[in-house]
């Protein structure tokens, strides 16, 4: 008989959970577990959670209990939930959904297999929460089970030093820790060997990087110059945090895509003294024009939160405004949830639920509209785009290297290069056409 342990990964919230998810499941495979695509029949499920806002929680809260129905068939199905929600709620998952076996913490990654070995064996649920930082367990360079062929994050470090007033991430991700630039650029260079055509570094804070002397700018160049990965790309960039080297790296180094995800949350200097962030509204804009001299062109995308403690009309306009001086190409839009564990949650809410969501409403309009003016620009226009997969109703969906996605009715090959001509816009995705079959050279232009 085949005892062959089986195990199905469900992932939410950011691109770190999902490079998380890919992790553990090098790990259970390594550890002999057969990983299937469906959590049907399998004897250990795991769940990756997100706690930024109530809703993520709600929502994967909701899935662990529907997963439940499963042990019918299987009573000793064991299901497992990591992420952020384990780290910081585990009481909460214990109250709600107490067949849960196994609760794990954003810094046990690593002993996973062992973890479940322990809690196949115990009748109480086994939580595991220590958020312990030995080296292994930022783990060895490896292309591993990743979800993707042409596209792959690579994660330089966890954690973040911030402290965000809204933010539960330092609570439930722990403190900064790095990893050695020596392991980033090994991984790059495997990737690429390996005909990886884009890759993005992630951490929480990713500017933040550091190993001795070395600061985040270097770490990129030689990344860039090392891999000679044709698409590289970096997210979270914290504005108190991009330096100016980062900047040339971006203009110096043509495979750097010159894009910028730059989390604004607020146009108030009032609100964003409230929450933390170490910038005011007018340094924001600086380091923008900043950007745009450096480089003409560049994509602009961010987050803003809205309806914080004391949020006024007149700071909600600011934020507004924001959105067509920098100009953004697009934004996520977030309504603010309060987050235990955060300093501001004990402000009391100075807004109905009712007015965040008329500010969240018309910022999106607001950010629409000023992403399709920003897409106007690229009307009649070629780029080059990688394609990275088949578009949902047909053709192909490809990216440039602005970070626009866009819908082509060919159908090309996944990891292919196109030059492709813009010939409908929306506020953030493009369509084009391939003029001619002569597939484009890896991309190069800095547009
Ligand atoms: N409520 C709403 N949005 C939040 N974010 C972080 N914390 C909260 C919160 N408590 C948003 C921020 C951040 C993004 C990842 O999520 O905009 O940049
Ligand atoms: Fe969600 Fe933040 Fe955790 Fe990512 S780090 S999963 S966004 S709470």
Partial sequence: ???????????????????????LSDLLAGAGFYLSPTPQGCDVIVVLTCAVREHA????????????????????????????VAQTEAERIQEEAPFVGLIFGTSQLHHLPQLIEKALASTQTVLSLDTETSPDYLFAPTIGNRKNTVSAFIAVMRGCNNKCSYCI?????????????????????????????????????????????????????????????PHLRFVTSHPKNLSDGVIKAMAEEENICPA?????????????????????????????????????????????????????????SRTLRMVEEAPFDSAFTFKYSPRKHTSASELSETLTEEEKVARL??????????????????????FTALI????????????????????????????????????????????????????????????
């Fill in 169 to 229: 991430v330092p609570s439930a991700r722990g403190p900064e820790r790095y990893r050695p630039a020596e392991e980033i650029i090994e991984e790059a260079k495997i990737l690429a060997d390996a005909g990886y055509q884009q890759i993005t570094l992630i951490g929480q804070n990713v500017n933040a990087w550091r190993e001795d002397a070395m600061d985040f700018a270097e770490l990129l160049r030689r990344v860039a110059q090392k891999s000679g990965i």
């Fill in 57 to 84: 929680v709600v929502r994967a809260l909701g899935r662990i209990k529907d997963l439940s129905r499963h042990r019918r068939d299987n009573p000793n199905l064991l299901i497992a939930v990591g992420g952020c």
């Fill in 361 to 382: 409403q018309s910022l999106i309009t607001r950010v629409q509209e000023v992403g399709r003016i920003q897409n106007r620009k690229r009307l009649g226009k070629s």
């Fill in 260 to 316: 910028l995800h730059l989390p604004l949350q607020s146009g108030s200097t009032r609100v964003l003294s409230a929450m933390g962030r170490g910038y005011t509204a007018e340094e924001y804009l600086r380091l923008v024009r900043r950007l745009q001299k450096a480089l003409p062109g560049i994509a602009l995308t961010t987050d803003l939160l809205v309806g914080f403690p004391g949020e006024t009309e007149d700071d909600f």
């Fill in 388 to 447: 990275e997969g088949p578009a949902k109703r047909g053709g192909s969906l490809g990216r440039l290297a602005s970070g626009h996605p866009i819908i082509v009715p060919e159908e090309l090959a996944v990891g292919s290069w196109v030059e492709v001509e813009v010939n409908d816009i929306s506020a953030w995705t493009l369509r084009g056409r391939v003029p001619s079959s002569a597939p484009a050279k890896k991309a190069t232009s800095k547009i």
């Fill in 1 to 23: 008989m085949d005892n062959t342990l089986s195990a199905h990964i469900i992932t939410y919230g950011c691109q770190m959970n999902k490079r998380d998810g890919e992790i």
